[in-house]
């Protein structure tokens, strides 16, 4: 069965969507998106997305073109068509496509915007293989633009960075500036140690992600130690233990970090009780 999409008011099969090569997503990246997690055929935390979503927009000086009964409309309908139980909803929007490769930005009034979703199916998404066994990272330089608050389409970086911790035998990388790990390649970076959370604070150096704000409520609210501030690489490798959060990867245990093994070289007890609650939590408010 092929897939249905959604592409500017039509449900279409993915094959026949069709978008302009002069769309600036495809020509400048000036596009944004979001992804939203789907458990048990319910939206997790959707109503953060689309705030965030607002706010990427907003940054960029692009409407947004839709309500937020007439996205959600979207992402059910796209789970129905789709019979999606576990899996995610990936929602673009860009600039549009005036008519001619140009860096200036066209006419909001002349050229609509392009919005395009569609949902990919992950059955067992809950028990996943490396949330037991957790995952290796490798650090690099992180070299991407000083905006990473926004949720751009630039993820050739964030790639090329997944590409690096392949070569080595790893899962994925964590991002050094200045000393500091700023995130992960398409996740929120933590450490534990004696007890205490410690995750880099919100600023445009990192995407806020909306996993990482549940996880962190859902952790104060069961009187875990929380601080948020910037931490090494070395600090990382002599915590107790370490984790990351993302819409695809929930909370995900990280047990080594450039081949130094983190803790017992094993997923330890936070990550895993976190990630537990996390999904307790929001299952009870997915919609
Ligand atoms: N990535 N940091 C970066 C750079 C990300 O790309 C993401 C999400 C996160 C976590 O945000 P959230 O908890 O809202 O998913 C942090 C998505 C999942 C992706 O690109 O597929």
Redesign the pocket.
């Given at each position: 069965m092929a897939r249905i999409v959604y592409l500017n008011g039509d449900y279409l099969p993915e094959t026949e969507a069709r978008v302009s090569i002069f769309d600036r997503g495809f020509l400048m990246a000036d596009a944004v998106?979001?992804?939203t997690?789907v458990l048990g055929g319910k939206l997790i935390?959707f109503d953060?997305?689309m705030a965030?979503l607002a706010r990427s927009l907003g940054e960029l000086d692009m409407a947004n073109p839709l309500t937020q009964e007439t996205w959600l409309e979207i992402h059910r309908e796209l789970l129905r068509r789709n019979d999606i139980s576990d899996g995610?909803v990936?929602l673009q929007v860009t600039r549009g496509a005036p008519n001619d490769r140009d860096f200036v930005f066209p006419d909001p009034e002349k050229i609509p915007q392009t919005v395009v979703l569609f949902t990919q199916s992950k059955p067992g998404l809950i028990d996943s293989p490396s949330a037991k066994t957790g995952i290796r990272v490798i650090s690099i330089p992180d070299i991407?633009w000083g905006r990473?608050d926004i949720?751009t389409v630039q993820?050739l970086y964030?790639s090329m960075g997944k590409m690096m911790a392949k070569a080595a035998g790893c899962d994925d990388a964590w991002?050094v500036e200045d000393g500091f790990v700023t995130?992960?390649?398409?996740?929120?970076a933590y450490i534990v140690k004696d007890g205490k959370i410690i995750t880099r604070d919100l600023s445009r150096d990192?995407?806020?992600?909306?996993?990482?704000?549940?996880v962190l409520r859902f952790a104060r609210e069961s009187q875990m130690e929380v601080e948020e501030r910037p931490f090494t690489i070395a600090e990382a490798q002599a915590a107790d233990e370490a984790f990351?959060?993302?819409?695809?990867?929930f909370v995900t245990p990280v047990i080594e970090i450039d081949g130094t093994a983190i803790g017992t070289g094993t997923p330890g007890n936070v990550a895993p009780r976190l990630r537990a609650i996390y999904f307790e939590e929001s299952l009870k408010t997915g919609i």
């Amino acid at each position: 069965m092929a897939r249905i999409v959604y592409l500017n008011g039509d449900y279409l099969p993915e094959t026949e969507a069709r978008v302009s090569i002069f769309d600036r997503g495809f020509l400048m990246a000036d596009a944004v998106y979001e992804v939203t997690s789907v458990l048990g055929g319910k939206l997790i935390d959707f109503d953060g997305h689309m705030a965030r979503l607002a706010r990427s927009l907003g940054e960029l000086d692009m409407a947004n073109p839709l309500t937020q009964e007439t996205w959600l409309e979207i992402h059910r309908e796209l789970l129905r068509r789709n019979d999606i139980s576990d899996g995610g909803v990936y929602l673009q929007v860009t600039r549009g496509a005036p008519n001619d490769r140009d860096f200036v930005f066209p006419d909001p009034e002349k050229i609509p915007q392009t919005v395009v979703l569609f949902t990919q199916s992950k059955p067992g998404l809950i028990d996943s293989p490396s949330a037991k066994t957790g995952i290796r990272v490798i650090s690099i330089p992180d070299i991407r633009w000083g905006r990473r608050d926004i949720k751009t389409v630039q993820l050739l970086y964030p790639s090329m960075g997944k590409m690096m911790a392949k070569a080595a035998g790893c899962d994925d990388a964590w991002l050094v500036e200045d000393g500091f790990v700023t995130e992960g390649s398409s996740n929120n970076a933590y450490i534990v140690k004696d007890g205490k959370i410690i995750t880099r604070d919100l600023s445009r150096d990192i995407l806020h992600g909306i996993t990482r704000a549940a996880v962190l409520r859902f952790a104060r609210e069961s009187q875990m130690e929380v601080e948020e501030r910037p931490f090494t690489i070395a600090e990382a490798q002599a915590a107790d233990e370490a984790f990351i959060t993302s819409a695809t990867m929930f909370v995900t245990p990280v047990i080594e970090i450039d081949g130094t093994a983190i803790g017992t070289g094993t997923p330890g007890n936070v990550a895993p009780r976190l990630r537990a609650i996390y999904f307790e939590e929001s299952l009870k408010t997915g919609i």
